[in-house]
Structure formats: C-alpha cells, structure tokens
C-alpha cells in the first residue's frame, strides 16, 4: 500500500510503498476512499521542508536554543548527527479521510466491518486509527464532503471556545478553508457573520452562503463597517481564521470587537500586540487547539478513554459528530470549498500544483480502492545480501532510538534482513536508510523466518518481555534495548524459558572507552568503592508514554535500570542491599530520586537520578573512589584521574556512551553464543530496579 510522505529535510513529497499497519483492540483499520488536503497547513510544512539550514533556524528560534545547549553539553559531532537524523525523517501529510472499515479491534463496539467512517487518518491507502478519532458517516451524507469532518473540526472548535448566542455578531477574519467553514457554522448558530479576506473569490463564495463579506482590497476601513453595523458597539465576537506573519488581524480584532468581547485565534497571525485596546476594553483572548478536548491527551486517542458526556459535552469525536449532522440536514456544505481534485497515485505532484495556483481553497485525494495491495511486508532493499555474514537481523522497532542511536552503530558486515514496525511507514523508511532488506507489520514475518538467527528488540518497554521470550522460543538470539521487563512475573517466566538461551540487554555504558578505562584502572584494587553517579535526566511530560507504568515502566525501571547495572559493572559484586529516596512533584512523575547499593564486597554505590535541571547543565557524571584514588568521568567526554602516578587523563573524540562496542560485541558473539554480560547479573539488575520502583511509589 502507498502512503504519502514529506521530507522535513528537503521538502520532497513522495509516495512510499508500506506494509499494512496493524491495529490493537482500540483501533479500525480503514481503507481510504477520500482524503482532503488542507491546503495551508500541509502547504506550511512542505514550505518549511524546503527551507535551508538557516531559514529553518529563523523560524524556530527555540528549537535553536536547544541545539546550542546540546552542543555545549553533548559536543558538536553528537548534535549534529541528532539534528541531521531528525531532518532526514519524513512525516506523513493528511489528517482528514474517509473511508470503509477492513477491521475492528475488539473494543470498537459501535463500528462493524464495511461501514463508512470519517478518520483523521493520514493520506494513505488504509490508515489504522483509534475509535475516538473515527466516527460512522451518516445516510446521505456524500463521502466526499465527509472527507473534510475532521479539518472542519477545528474552526468548530474555535467557535465553541468564542460561546457565541443566537443573534450575535460574529467577524471572521480570513476566508480560506477553515474561515468558510466556520462562517457556515455561525450562520446554522443564528450569528450574523461579517467576514474580510483581500481574495474576491473567497468573498463571492462567502457571500452565496448569506455572509456579509468584505474585500479588503475595497479600501473599506473594517473597523468602522463593523461599528456602523453593529449600532458603535463593535461586535461580539472575532475568530481569526487567517494565516499571516502580520500583527494587523489580531490588533484589528481589538479594535473592531465590543467591550468585554472575545477574540479566539485559529489560524497563525503575528502576536505583538499592543495592550491598551484589550485592557480598555477587557478583551478576552485565546488560542484554540485543534479539534477539541481530547486532542493530544494520549490516554483518549491512543489508550481509547472517552471523557464523560455529562462533564465533557463535546470531545474531539462527539465535535465530528456535530459537523457530519450539520452535513447531513444540509446547514454547511462543502461543494463549492472542493476546488481541486486530485487521484492519490498522483498525490506527489499535486501540491506542485497546488502552490502554483489561484483560487485553491480546499483539495481531495480520490483512491483507486478497487486494486490496494495491503501486504504486511514489502521489499526495500537496495543492496544485494550479504552472504558471508554469520548474523541475520531481525529488528522490532523502528523509532527514534533504532534510527538515531542504535543502527548508525552497526557493522555493516551484518546482514540486515527485516525490519517491523506497527504503522508500517516508520520501518520502510528507516528500514531503507539502514539497508534493510524488507519491512513488515507483522512480527511473525521475523520469528518465523528460518534464516534469521538474531532479533534485536527496540519497541516500548511493555512490549519487551513478549518479543524476547519469542525470540527465545525460536531458538533466535536477542538484544532488547533496556528495561527486559516490568514485572517479576515477567522475569520468572524468562527465567523458565531462558535454558542456556544468548540474550543481552542494552546496557551500553558498560561498554564506553572511559568506563572500561576506569574499570582497568581500579583492577588491581583490593579495597571497596565509593560510586557516585548523578544523572541530570531532564523533564518528560507527565502524558509521555514512558513515564505511563503500564507502558513504559516509568522512569527508574525505564531508564535508571541503566545505572544501577553500571554500578554494578564497576563495584564488580552482587548488590546486597538497595534503598530509596524519592522527591516527586505534583504530578507524582517519580523521576528525581536517590538510589543507595550495598554490595557483597563493601562497595557503596549512589545514584541521584533529577528531572528538576537545567538542560545546560552536563546531563552524566560518573565518580569512583578507592584507594585515595578518584576517577571520574564527564558527561562520557573526559575521563580525569586524581592520586594516580602515571594517569592524569583521557578524553573522548566525540561523546561515547558504549552504543557501537555494546552492539557490535553483541552480534559478533552470536557466532559463539557467548554470553557478554551473564543473564544471571541481567535478572539481577532487573530485579533490584523493580524492587526499588515499587519501594518508591509505596
């Protein structure tokens, strides 16, 4: 199947072939009749594809501030690759289809097989989507006008935020897509709707569904037009639907709008405003979000929870509802907003055409729905197979960390045969970059595949006991990036099926140059050390799906696992005892604390584990006393040596935190089914991180 996709690094727009996605119980899979274009947006971010370095850089000037803070902390070469591995990652365009249901996740209990259904699916000829972003399109409502439920959703949403009554008075600013759809919303509302846009055509448009609309290029002063309409009081209500880097249509609003008015902002406009009119007039000012309550809270569109109706009248889904029935008894209609048409096989090279042309408002992909090809796996390979390799890969995960971190690492000797992902999109794109052979959907296509001896797991953390007992059941050696899983229950059973099997987890930093330099340096040692790590993490958002227990294990089991297994590494003994102290916020995120190993040998180890620093700040420090030696390691930068006769210092090139040697030791000793680190110490690490976890949050 194709799927339409968007280079932020070049701005190409390409169509790529991708196995089908799979669905869980809370999502549809749905093949794609139509898919409507909104022409600003998606335009916008093929612009800023387009853009250079530089130009990029002027317009996000915060994500600028960020990229000099990693290069002060993380060096010019570690953030360079980062930025450049982001930019090189294309997005998918589209978010607002129609189509017909292939297959309902077992939680979907109002959607059947071959019903026809809205989505803020992507452009894609079938999109796998969660129920509470997909809703049943009535009788008698076309698909093609269905198609554009979702976009109409979000000057929907503006308006509900504006609160407007029957009677009022309501200026729409900008009559693109959004500001012709909201002027139909305010009309089927009782509002009298004056508009302005400098696009006559726009205003004829406008116009014909009983507007008052107004072309700027008139020369009429808008500001008095609407006091003379509105008997000097100004009116109720403005919604700002328009897309422009001036401050004119917000301070207008200000001007044009009645004391105590309201003004909610849709569109993109410049935000330099001059308070005096807002503060005579105590103006009420907001900006809307998208499609309503719902949107970007994941435990709604990912985990399925609807909110209340009697506490949360109109979610997301509930506000495509509204606009399919106000589709269906004929108050909004969107004929005449369709003013290009395109078949998706062509999808490529419409927004050519959609940049180079006047009077465009509204696009529409048509699928050739009778020939989809949905295979769950594809070829993508370019290079012929490796056969000398004694390693055939199979990878399960295809996000941030395979793409930027782990697959730039690997040796190219290794044959690199299949690569999944859910979606399908990430594990084709990825998956070609990294000289996969295949992408697929369905991890059985690596399981079950006889020449691949080796699978490497880098999926969310609630998923890494499944895929590594698999991997063992068939007889496959397996790498998981780290937690190996959440529970002790999950443990024993690895334990049960483990026999002797080659498993190793993630546990890099083991492997960095200082470390090992550090580690050689205390080997004559007969004394216990003192380990102190500190570990500036930084903040993740409460709503992050690795902060979610269930899911990502939260943070200490997540990815502090990683330093408890490096004291470990470094005291050289089995931990005897652990405690914890933890300082969690309001929010109870569980991710500042301190972690105090004893181990067998007399060894002391502390963590301290923040969220609550400055991202200026170094985010890693290591410090090993014994002896009256110190060692300690900066930000896997420097290694500096205190009390040592002939060691003073050694640095890194570029920051190494042991990603390349970890994996490429790895898979060297699958030749030999050598165990790296002993699976004993692996369930050791596991154990006492879930332990300390539990500790904290009781």
């Given at each position: ?95 607002s289809s129609c189509g017909e249901v292939l297959a309902v ?379 190996l899983a959440l529970t002790h229950e999950e443990i024993d ?206």
């Open positions: 199947m194709k799927q339409l996709l968007n280079s932020f690094g070049t701005g190409e727009v390409y169509l790529e072939n991708i196995s089908k996605p799979t669905i869980d119980k809370n999502k549809l899979l749905i093949k794609n009749h139509y898919s409507a274009v909104s022409v600003g947006t998606e335009r916008m971010l093929v612009d800023f594809g387009k853009a250079n370095y530089f130009q990029k850089a002027r317009q996000q000037p915060e994500k600028v501030k960020e990229v000099i803070n990693k290069v002060k902390t993380d060096g010019l070469n570690t953030t360079y690759n980062a930025v450049k591995s982001k930019l090189d990652q294309p997005i998918p365009l589209g978010y996740g077992e939680n979907c209990k109002d959607f059947e097989v071959g019903d026809f259904v809205i989505s803020n699916g992507a452009h894609a000829e079938v999109v796998a989507v969660n129920k509470n972003l997909v809703a049943n399109v009535p009788g008698g409502v076309s698909l093609e006008q269905a198609a554009f439920t979702v976009i109409s959703t979000i000057p929907l949403q503006g308006i509900r935020l504006l609160q407007v009554d029957i009677g009022e008075t309501v200026v729409v600013t900008g009559l693109g897509l959004m500001g012709l759809i909201a002027s139909q919303i305010l009309m089927a509302n009782g509002c009298k709707v004056i508009a302005t846009d400098f696009d006559s055509n726009k205003v004829e448009i406008a116009k014909s569904f009983g507007v008052d609309a107004i072309d700027l290029n008139s020369g009429m002063d808008i500001v008095d037009y609407v006091k003379q309409q509105t008997g000097g009081f100004g009116s109720d209500k403005v919604l700002i639907t328009a897309s422009t880097k001036s401050n004119d249509p917000i301070m207008q609003a200000a001007e044009m709008v009645r004391k105590r008015g309201k003004i909610v902002l849709v569109g993109v406009v410049g935000l330099d405003i001059d308070r005096t009119p807002f503060y005579e007039k105590e103006v009420t000012f907001q900006v809307s979000s998208s499609y309503g309550p719902g949107r970007y809270d994941s435990q709604y569109e990912e985990g399925g929870i609807d909110y209340p109706y009697g506490y949360v009248r109109w979610t997301e889904n509930r506000n495509f509802q509204a606009i399919l029935d106000l589709l269906k008894t004929n108050r909004i209609s969107f004929d005449r907003l369709i003013t290009h048409r395109f078949r998706f096989e062509e999808a490529d090279k419409a927004y050519e055409e959609l940049s180079n042309t006047s009077n465009v408002i509204g696009g529409l992909f048509e699928y050739d729905h009778s020939s989809v090809e949905t295979e769950d796996i594809v070829d993508i390979s370019s290079n012929k197979v490796n056969p000398k390799s004694h390693v055939t890969i199979g990878m399960i995960g295809a996000g941030n960390y395979s793409n930027q971190t782990l697959l730039p690492k690997i040796d190219n000797k290794f044959r690199k045969k299949i690569i999944a992902s859910s979606g399908g999109m990430s594990s084709t794109v990825v998956g070609k970059k990294h000289g996969f052979e295949s992408a697929t959907t369905n991890v059985d296509n690596i399981m079950n595949d006889d020449e691949i001896n080796t699978v490497i797991v880098t999926t969310r953390h609630n998923s890494h006991y499944k895929y590594v007992k698999e991997a063992m059941e068939n007889n496959k050696s397996v790498f998981v990036e780290k937690p059973d690895l334990v049960q099926v483990y026999n002797g099997h080659h498993v190793m987890v993630g546990f890099n930093r083991r492997y960095s140059p200082l470390v090992e330099k550090m580690k050689e340096l205390f080997s004559s040692t007969l004394s216990a050390k003192f380990i102190n790590i500190n570990v500036n993490a930084g903040q993740i958002p409460k709503d992050h799906w690795s902060q979610d227990h269930k899911v990502g294990g939260g943070r200490l089991i997540g990815e502090a696992c990683h330093f408890v297994d490096l004291a470990k590494f470094l005291a050289d003994s089995k931990i005897l005892n652990h405690k914890i102290l933890s300082m969690y916020d309001r929010d109870e995120n569980f991710d500042t604390f301190s972690i105090i190993l004893k181990f067998e040998d007399g060894s002391l180890a502390n963590i301290n584990y923040y969220a609550n620093g400055s991202k200026s700040f170094p985010k890693e420090h290591v410090h090993v006393s014994c002896e009256d030696k110190i060692l300690e390691i900066d930000n896997f930068k420097v290694l500096r040596g205190f009390g040592f006769n002939k060691f003073k210092k050694m640095k890194s090139a570029n920051q190494d935190k042991g990603h390349e040697k970890c994996i490429n030791e790895f898979l060297k000793s699958t030749k030999t089914n050598q165990s790296l680190i002993p699976f004993e110490d692996i369930v050791e690490v596991s154990r006492v991180s879930i332990d300390l976890d539990a500790k904290m949050r009781n």
